[in-house]
């Protein structure tokens, strides 16, 4: 008999369902399938209503990220094989809404995201710059906000971290680590703006530095790290602020 495995997947349908359940699928087991290899199976074999996310399979566009066992994962970078024979319970992301099944509602996460104006941001033009303008950057100036820069906003960390499924008015991880990656750009000049979102209530001050967010994160962001330097940042900040207020 061909080896199988069981997949037990929450499912929820707005439209008719009141609560989540759960199904348990067995299909044929592939030592070199990943986990959404078996998703895309079941939706293609078994059961074509089953609704989640995926793009790229590369570990690049972040958008089949899940509860693998009660951990956040990357589906399309999670193998069968680390869990055989043993049974693979899948849920939506955690701390998010759910939209249908394993799809879970991004909206707040991308709201934050804005608010921070994660881009370049230029104050002081020079003269001749127009669209075609380049600032160069060394590599030393680069490698002081790289690391936060591998970011594929996959929310993991959201689903990970206990301030946000507390209070979920926190920014959260990948927020303020892409905040620090743009304060840190040596082209960018919106630091003061960025500032005033961060080191507000909401802000840097809620991470109350688990660290789970750095564990789960499948680029080594280290979003914790982020987190903690930006709030000295901001007492620094604040600090020269209040200087120069009493000149």
Excluded at 12 to 23: G, L
Excluded at 146 to 162: D, G
């Amino acid at each position: 008999m061909a080896e199988q495995i069981k997949l037990t997947i929450y499912r929820y349908n707005p439209d008719k369902d009141t609560e989540y359940k759960q199904q348990t699928f067995t299909i044929p087991y592939q030592k070199d399938w990943s986990i959404l290899d078996a998703l895309n199976h079941i939706k293609a074999e078994v059961d074509g209503s089953l609704s989640y996310r995926w793009s790229c399979r590369m570990a690049i566009c972040g958008s089949c990220g899940m509860m693998v066992n009660g951990t956040p994962r990357l589906t399309c970078s999670t193998t069968l094989s680390e869990f055989y024979p043993n049974e693979i319970t899948l849920e939506p992301l955690a701390n998010f809404p759910i939209v249908k099944d394993l799809v879970v509602d991004l909206t707040d996460f991308m709201d934050k995201l804005k608010s921070v104006k994660p881009w370049i941001i230029r104050q002081n033009k020079r003269d001749d710059e127009d669209i075609s303008t380049e600032y160069l950057q060394t590599t030393s100036e680069m490698d002081k906000y790289y690391q936060q820069s591998l970011c594929i906003n996959c929310t993991l960390c959201y689903a990970a971290c206990p301030a946000y499924g507390l209070h979920s008015d926190f920014l959260g991880p990948a927020v303020i680590a892409l905040t620090y990656r743009y304060n840190n750009d040596s082209r960018d000049q919106g630091i003061l703006e960025r500032r005033k979102v961060v080191a507000a209530e909401n802000g840097v001050w809620k991470c109350p530095v688990v660290g789970d967010c750095s564990d789960v994160c499948p680029k080594h962001v280290d979003p914790s790290a982020a987190i903690q330097r930006t709030k000295v940042n901001s007492a620094v900040g604040w600090f020269f602020s209040r200087l120069q207020g009493k000149k």
